[in-house]
């Protein structure tokens, strides 16, 4: 959507909701994924989503 055609729909309703306009969030911290640290991180989280979405992997390695 054209930056033009934004102002135009704002106030347009999608899925029974009114759009309205949202503040940027913008990043506060800055994460080192190097070294040591950022690899037991990165290990880390793969682990943590691997075991949460465990069914839907399994489906996934089966198609």
């Keep these: 959507m054209s930056d033009e055609n934004q102002s135009e729909n704002d106030g347009e309703v999608f ?3 009114k ?3 949202r503040p ?3 990043a506060t911290r800055v994460l080192d994924l190097s070294g040591e640290n950022g ?3 990165v290990i880390t989280k793969a682990n ?3 075991k949460l979405h465990e069914k839907t992997f399994a489906k996934l390695a089966d198609m």
């Design 39 to 41: 690899r037991r991180i």
């Design 15 to 17: 899925y029974g909701v």
């Design 24 to 26: 940027k969030v913008k």
């Design 19 to 21: 759009r309205v306009q």
């Design 48 to 50: 943590e989503i691997l």
